[in-house]
């Protein structure tokens, strides 16, 4: 599975974004996908994973209720809304396919080559 991560920007506090990640590939639906950001000097951190068929989410706490991930099968794309934007979540974000549903980085098998976020104070 090859990934193509997209809509990254920059953005003032309070603003939205809409990431988006495209998958190659007939097996798409088959895998957790999941969005992950990573700061300047931190690590990579889990954001938010999708079930297979989309049913389930789950987010980290600090992005909960500002940030909604979904995916459509029918065009092998995962996105995530991001509102509410705040300075703190200013990172590059990867998606990422993998085969289980965790929150840990080496869990994801395949991964997109990230988008830039800036969320501007």
């Known amino acids: 599975v090859q990934l193509q991560a997209s809509g990254g920007g920059l953005v003032q506090a309070g603003g939205s974004l809409r990431l988006s990640c495209a998958a190659s590939?007939?097996?798409?639906?088959?895998?957790?996908m999941g969005w992950f950001r990573q700061a300047p000097g931190k690590e990579r951190e889990f954001v938010s994973r999708?079930?297979?068929?989309?049913?389930?989410?789950y987010y980290t706490d600090s992005v909960k209720g500002r940030f909604t991930i979904s995916r459509d099968n029918a065009k092998n794309t995962v996105y995530l809304q991001m509102n509410l934007l705040k300075p703190e979540d200013s990172a590059v974000y990867y998606c990422?396919?993998?085969?289980?549903?965790?929150?840990?980085?080496?869990?994801?098998?395949?991964w997109g080559q990230g988008t830039q976020v800036t969320v501007s104070s």
């Open positions: 999708i079930s297979e068929t989309g049913y389930h989410a």
């Open positions: 590939g007939r097996t798409f639906s088959r895998y957790v």
């Open positions: 990422a396919a993998g085969g289980s549903h965790s929150t840990l980085v080496s869990r994801y098998n395949y």
